[in-house]
């Protein structure tokens, strides 16, 4: 069964363990086994959001025809798009 961790302030522990969350014996953290309970759903953490700058580029490989995604180069921040597939790179 698939354990998903779930973020449980101190205060809440109990409250969680009511709904099936279990503390991870190595780690202290708290999971469930299996589906989620809707009581517990405010627990789960957030994915960090990623910007998805496939969808705001809109531009095509050349090469493949897959999207590209703006990135920075590092070295002097300045912008290129990359091909997500094939990596091939074309200067903004
Ligand atoms: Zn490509």
């Given at each position: ?30 999971f ?15 994915e ?22 703006i990135?920075?180069?590092?070295s ?17």
């Amino acid at each position: 069964m698939e354990k998903t961790y779930l973020d449980v302030p101190h205060a809440h522990r109990e409250y969680a363990a009511r709904f099936g969350a279990v503390s991870d014996q190595s780690t202290g953290r708290y999971f469930v086994l299996g589906e989620v309970p809707s009581e517990l759903y405010s627990y789960v953490p957030k994915e960090p959001r990623h910007r998805n700058y496939v969808n705001e580029v809109g531009q095509q490989c050349a090469v493949c025809g897959a999207a590209m995604e703006i990135r920075e180069r590092r070295s002097d921040r300045s912008l290129y798009y990359r091909c997500v597939s094939c990596l091939s790179m074309l200067p903004v």
